[in-house]
C-alpha cells in the first residue's frame, strides 16, 4: 500500500486537490496489474515523504479513473504527471529513477 503521504486521488477529490491546488502535484497513474508501476511505488512513497508539505503527491488509479486518464492522454503506465495551475506542466511515461523524477520535481518547485 502507498505511504502515509501520499495521497489517493479520484474522480471524487481530483478538481479540489489537483486542479485547484495551491502546491505542486505530481500525479502517478498507475493501475494495480501493471508491474512498472509496482515498482514506481517505493520511490513515489520516499518522495512524498521528502516533499511533504512542498508538493503534493498521489496515485490515480487509471482502472477506475479512466475518464480522468483519457482527459491527459494518459496511455501507458505508469505515467507520472506534474500539475500546477490546473494543467499538467511536465511528464515522464514509465519506471523512472527517483533522482530523474526528483529533478522532474525541482524544476517546477
Given at each position: 500500500m502507498s505511504g502515509a503521504n501520499v495521497k489517493t486521488f479520484s474522480k471524487a477529490n481530483w478538481d479540489q486537490d489537483v486542479l485547484k491546488s495551491a502546491t505542486l502535484v505530481l500525479v502517478d497513474f498507475w493501475a494495480p496489474w501493471c508491474g512498472p508501476c509496482r515498482m514506481v511505488a517505493p520511490v513515489i512513497d520516499q518522495l512524498a515523504d521528502e516533499y511533504v508539505g512542498k508538493v503534493k503527491i498521489g496515485k490515480l488509479n487509471v482502472d477506475e479513473n479512466n475518464q480522468i486518464a483519457?482527459?491527459?492522454?494518459?496511455?501507458?503506465?505508469?505515467?507520472?504527471?506534474?500539475?500546477?495551475?490546473?494543467?499538467?506542466i511536465d511528464k515522464v511515461i514509465g519506471?523512472?529513477?527517483?533522482?530523474?523524477?526528483?529533478?522532474?520535481i525541482d524544476k517546477h518547485v
Open positions: 483519457g482527459q491527459y492522454g494518459v496511455m501507458s503506465i505508469p505515467t507520472l504527471g506534474v500539475f500546477k495551475g490546473g494543467n499538467m519506471f523512472c529513477s527517483k533522482a530523474d523524477l526528483a529533478k522532474m
